[in-house]
């Protein structure tokens, strides 16, 4: 089964005076299971690719089919509604809300479930053995800034899991922590792909990059090349 497939995407910003082609024709396959790590230098792309392919964003032209699907065929609502319900994403600056505590940041995206409706006693559950999960049972009320920045980024990607996401997006997951902790953080993500989740990460990394099953290299918008670069 495939997870998403690119056919030669474009993403320009057209900035008025000159264009900016930040995706200029890539084409991929990811299939289930698969856990990539996109490279590449600053600019190269990399965050754009996982913006469209996490449905944050629309090509300027090409296709990408999504879970079997054709996202140029979907509306902004059907497109949301996939997102919500089959994808969850980590950032490089774990995007938590302070004043929040860890359970209420992990419930986050119950907020945004169709209907919308309240938190229920399942709910509570389920966002209690997310945090036991990720190693924070014991800091359930804790605000992120009582909390390490490795334990900052457990509880985005216990919200990650929330509504038990088919697939995981994570742009630069251990990019703002030290190496110890970014072992601990690629841990968790590693068994989440070996329990059958797909996982897209970027990173500038190769220690890091090396622990995904794939690599890929973006320069100036394009694949420029797979696998492991040393040198
Ligand atoms: N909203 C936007 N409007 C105009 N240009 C943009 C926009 N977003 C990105 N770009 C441009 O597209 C190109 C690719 O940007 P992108 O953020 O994908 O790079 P990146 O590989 O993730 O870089 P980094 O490693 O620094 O995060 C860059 O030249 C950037 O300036
Ligand atoms: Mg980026």
């Given at each position: 089964m495939l997870t998403a497939r690119l056919i030669n995407l474009h993403k320009h910003y057209d900035l008025g005076s000159f264009v900016v082609k930040a995706l200029n024709g890539v084409s991929l396959d990811i299939p289930e299971g698969d856990f990539l790590a996109i490279m590449g230098s600053s600019g190269s792309g990399k965050s754009t690719l996982l913006n469209l392919l996490g449905g944050l964003d629309r090509p300027t032209s090409g296709q990408y089919i999504l879970c079997g699907q054709d996202v140029a065929q979907m509306t902004d609502d059907e497109l949301s509604a996939i997102r919500n319900s089959r994808i969850g994403f980590i950032f490089q600056s774990f995007n938590?809300?302070?004043?929040?505590t860890v359970v209420e940041n992990i419930q986050v995206?119950?907020?945004?479930?169709?209907?919308?409706?309240p938190i229920s006693p399942l709910d509570e559950a389920r966002s209690i053995e997310l945090a036991e999960q990720v190693g924070l049972g014991d800091r359930l009320?804790?605000?992120?800034?009582?909390?390490s920045g490795g334990q900052q980024q457990r509880v985005a990607i216990a919200r990650a899991l929330v509504n038990d996401p088919a697939i995981i997006m994570a742009d630069e997951?251990?990019?703002?922590?030290?190496s110890q902790t970014s072992i601990e953080i690629m841990r968790i993500l590693k068994k989440l792909n070996a329990e059958g989740r797909t996982i897209i990460m970027v990173t500038h990394e190769d220690e890091i990059a090396e622990q995904a099953k794939r690599q890929i290299h973006m320069k100036d918008g394009l694949i420029a090349g797979e696998g492991i670069f040393r040198g």
């Open positions: 938590l809300i302070p004043q929040y995206p119950f907020h945004y479930r169709p209907g919308y409706p009320d804790h605000r992120p800034f009582q909390l997951p251990t990019g703002n922590l030290d």
